[in-house]
């Protein structure tokens, strides 16, 4: 007779670089029994099975799942969340990790975040709704630039305007109601422009308990100098240095504060709350919440997590959280995202990547794959806008910093792009966002 725990065989879906981050974090527990991704890219190929499943239909979802004796499935995007796919899966009694459609509205819905906080009495940018063009055009000529334009529904990460001047405010507008974003753009959410360094603060929750993770922070701008268009993440480190205790204390406590919240409203929450957060001269506030892991802020946090995923994942799902404790790896992680030419807009697929082996080589250094598949002949080539991610711990700031980059310099292909300033700004302390 043996101690060792029963394996589970586990489902994950999604595509990108935070799922091949999460797969290969899965992959280590010994509780992983066979992991599936569906669809998943040309790097979760190597740490499990890829499946064909429209990982938007909860019915097929849950048929897998049951016909394949899953015991965990664990949902990375947001859009299958929003669809309720978690609710089937729940219902089928296989246990899940990730909020069902209730709970998916803090990032499916601006509007229903936005009201939500304002019932907890959580610090957010003042803000208006509106459902027609005429209202918001006019509210936003009464408040004046500065001020931010989201669509209200999921608009994969670019239905947010940073206007600095009325023109570019009115023009947001207009571009909402204007079908741009399709449904999504149905109801606009005109808010405040908030001042000061951003924040990631992911916390796993159980609907009872939270356990935040550790701090991250992103890059979205496309081009260096923070500059250019906004994408789904250039870069990103983790933790963030300039964050002061009191600061971290007031994130975790607006953390708490919400799944209690949401408790308080009959939403059953488990899984992953991702707050963004603005460090204004007031203190921190939340810029939106995410209902999902963060990419590429996945892709530093789980390095630096002790933690066996499994273990934690299941935890959430069956409302056992308050007996877990996380443990963190006191490396840095810096993580540089390489694009095709072109992105965030129009970009070529097709391009074969070469040096992935060489740069996955090195010590300390990770190759996540976001937007790659394997083609005819068997090569891993270009098959999205955010390529590849290569994630570097080190036992400072710097020495992981430079490590990302000398990583990078491995990998090659037609067109690659990538910001050479992650990670910068911080370096220079608080005083960068004077």
Avoid at 112 to 117: G, N
Avoid at 307 to 318: I, K, Q, S, T
Wanted: aromatic share 6%; proline share 4%; hydrophobic share 40%.
């Amino acid at each position: 007779m043996t101690d060792e725990k029963k394996t589970i065989d586990i489902l994950l879906l999604g595509s990108g670089g935070r799922e091949h981050a999460l797969a290969m974090k899965l992959a280590e527990s010994p509780l992983c029994g066979e992991l599936y991704i569906a669809p998943g890219n040309g790097g979760t190929v190597e740490v499990g099975e890829n499946v064909a499943l429209d990982e938007n239909d909860p019915a097929a979802v849950a048929d897998f799942a049951r016909e394949t004796n899953i015991g965990l499935v664990v949902i990375g995007p947001e859009a299958p969340l929003v669809a309720g796919v978690a609710d089937a899966v729940r219902e089928a009694g296989i246990p899940c990790f990730g909020p069902g459609a209730a709970g998916a509205q803090m990032e499916g819905s601006k509007r229903f975040s936005k009201e939500l906080m304002g019932r907890a009495n959580i610090p957010t940018a003042a803000y208006g709704v509106f459902t027609n063009e005429e209202d918001a055009l006019a509210y936003v000529r009464e408040q004046g630039a500065p001020l931010v334009v989201k669509a209200d529904g999921l608009a994969a990460g670019k239905g947010v305007i940073v206007a600095t001047e009325l023109v570019q405010a009115e023009e947001a507008v207009r571009e909402c109601f204007g079908g741009t974003f399709g449904e999504a753009g149905s109801t606009v959410v005109v808010e405040e422009m908030l001042t000061g360094p951003e924040c990631s603060l992911l916390a796993f929750t159980d609907g009872k308990t939270v356990r935040p993770m550790a701090t991250s922070q992103d890059h979205k701008r496309a081009l260096e100098g923070d500059k250019g268009p906004n994408t789904g993440g250039m870069g990103v480190y983790s933790p963030v240095p300039i964050v002061t205790d009191e600061e971290q204390t007031e994130m975790e406590r607006i953390m708490n504060a919400t799944v209690a919240q949401l408790a308080a409203e009959g939403i059953d929450y488990r899984g992953c709350l991702y707050g963004g957060f603005m460090l204004t001269p007031q203190g921190p506030k939340v810029l939106e919440f995410n209902a999902r892991f963060g990419d590429p802020e996945t892709q530093v946090v789980l390095p630096r997590l002790k933690n066996d995923l499994v273990e934690v994942m299941l935890a959430c799902a069956n409302q056992t959280l308050d007996q877990v404790e996380l443990a963190w790896r006191d490396e840095w992680a810096v993580s540089v995202v390489l694009t095709s030419a072109g992105y965030p807009g129009s970009y070529e697929k097709g391009k074969v990547i070469t040096g992935i082996e060489d740069a996955a080589a090195m010590e300390n250094v990770t190759v996540y794959h976001a937007g790659t598949a394997v083609n005819e002949d068997g090569d891993v080539v270009t098959a999205g806008g955010r390529v590849i991610d290569v994630t570097a711990l080190g036992a400072t700031f710097e020495d992981a910093r430079n490590l990302a980059y000398e990583a990078c310099e491995k990998i090659q292909f037609e067109g690659k792009t990538l910001r050479h300033d992650i990670g910068l700004r911080a370096l220079k302390g608080r005083s960068a966002w004077a």
